[in-house]
Protein backbone atom coordinates (compact mmCIF):
# COMPACT_ATOMS: atom_id res chain seq x y z
CA UNK A 1 0.00 0.00 0.00
CA UNK A 2 0.97 3.74 -0.83
CA UNK A 3 1.49 6.03 2.14
CA UNK A 4 -0.21 8.89 1.39
CA UNK A 5 2.09 12.19 1.15
CA UNK A 6 1.49 15.34 2.53
CA UNK A 7 3.02 18.64 2.56
CA UNK A 8 2.58 21.22 5.36
CA UNK A 9 2.00 24.17 4.70
CA UNK A 10 2.05 27.65 7.38
CA UNK A 11 -1.25 28.83 7.91
CA UNK A 12 -0.30 32.31 5.87
CA UNK A 13 0.59 30.02 3.08
CA UNK A 14 -2.83 27.98 2.83
CA UNK A 15 -4.73 31.39 3.38
CA UNK A 16 -3.19 32.54 0.50
CA UNK A 17 -3.69 29.68 -1.76
CA UNK A 18 -7.20 29.23 -0.90
CA UNK A 19 -8.04 33.13 -1.29
CA UNK A 20 -6.74 32.36 -4.94
CA UNK A 21 -9.21 29.57 -5.23
CA UNK A 22 -12.07 31.33 -4.33
CA UNK A 23 -11.47 34.06 -6.62
CA UNK A 24 -10.89 30.93 -9.39
CA UNK A 25 -14.52 29.66 -8.55
CA UNK A 26 -15.92 33.10 -8.48
CA UNK A 27 -14.69 33.75 -11.73
CA UNK A 28 -15.82 29.97 -13.06
CA UNK A 29 -19.68 31.51 -11.39
CA UNK A 30 -19.40 34.38 -13.25
CA UNK A 31 -18.94 32.36 -16.16
CA UNK A 32 -21.71 30.18 -15.36
CA UNK A 33 -23.84 33.61 -14.56
CA UNK A 34 -22.53 34.91 -18.31
CA UNK A 35 -23.73 31.56 -20.44
CA UNK A 36 -27.03 31.49 -18.19
CA UNK A 37 -28.12 34.90 -19.35
CA UNK A 38 -27.06 34.39 -23.02
CA UNK A 39 -23.81 36.46 -22.72
CA UNK A 40 -21.84 37.68 -26.00
CA UNK A 41 -19.12 34.88 -26.54
CA UNK A 42 -16.07 37.30 -27.09
CA UNK A 43 -17.03 38.03 -23.41
CA UNK A 44 -17.47 34.61 -22.04
CA UNK A 45 -14.07 33.35 -23.42
CA UNK A 46 -12.43 36.39 -22.43
CA UNK A 47 -13.31 35.29 -18.91
CA UNK A 48 -12.22 31.83 -19.34
CA UNK A 49 -8.92 33.43 -20.42
CA UNK A 50 -8.93 35.01 -17.20
CA UNK A 51 -9.61 31.73 -15.63
CA UNK A 52 -7.48 29.92 -17.48
CA UNK A 53 -4.54 32.28 -16.23
CA UNK A 54 -5.40 31.99 -12.82
CA UNK A 55 -5.28 28.65 -12.52
CA UNK A 56 -1.71 28.17 -14.37
CA UNK A 57 -0.58 31.01 -12.16
CA UNK A 58 -1.72 29.04 -8.92
CA UNK A 59 -0.22 26.18 -10.57
CA UNK A 60 3.29 27.69 -10.90
CA UNK A 61 3.25 29.34 -7.36
CA UNK A 62 2.97 25.59 -6.24
CA UNK A 63 5.13 24.43 -8.82
CA UNK A 64 8.06 26.67 -7.41
CA UNK A 65 7.15 25.73 -3.84
CA UNK A 66 7.32 22.23 -4.65
CA UNK A 67 10.52 22.61 -6.02
CA UNK A 68 12.40 24.53 -3.63
CA UNK A 69 10.91 22.42 -0.85
CA UNK A 70 9.68 18.84 -1.06
CA UNK A 71 11.90 18.24 -4.23
CA UNK A 72 14.62 19.59 -2.76
CA UNK A 73 14.63 18.01 0.56
CA UNK A 74 14.02 14.37 -1.44
CA UNK A 75 17.35 15.42 -3.51
CA UNK A 76 19.56 15.99 -0.25
CA UNK A 77 18.11 12.61 1.48
CA UNK A 78 19.48 11.29 -1.87
CA UNK A 79 16.01 10.06 -2.89
CA UNK A 80 16.68 10.37 -6.77
CA UNK A 81 12.55 9.45 -7.40
CA UNK A 82 12.54 13.02 -6.93
CA UNK A 83 14.09 13.52 -10.19
CA UNK A 84 11.19 11.37 -11.90
CA UNK A 85 9.00 13.58 -9.75
CA UNK A 86 10.12 16.15 -11.83
CA UNK A 87 10.51 15.14 -15.06
CA UNK A 88 6.80 13.65 -14.76
CA UNK A 89 5.38 17.35 -13.33
CA UNK A 90 7.02 18.86 -16.16
CA UNK A 91 5.61 16.05 -18.86
CA UNK A 92 2.07 16.97 -17.35
CA UNK A 93 2.53 20.43 -17.13
CA UNK A 94 3.35 20.60 -21.43
CA UNK A 95 0.38 19.18 -21.83
Known amino acids: MNKIKK ?9 NLINRLNRINGQVNGVKK ?3 EDSYC ?3 L ?3 SAI ?3 VQSLSNE ?4 HLRTCITKGLQKGNLDAVDE ?10
Do not use: C, G, P, Y
Request: glycine share 0%; proline share 0%; net charge positive.
Open 46 to 48: IQL
Open 7 to 15: THRSAETKK
Open 34 to 36: MIE
Open 52 to 54: KNS
Open 86 to 95: VVNLFKKFNN
Open 42 to 44: NDI
Open 62 to 65: LLDS
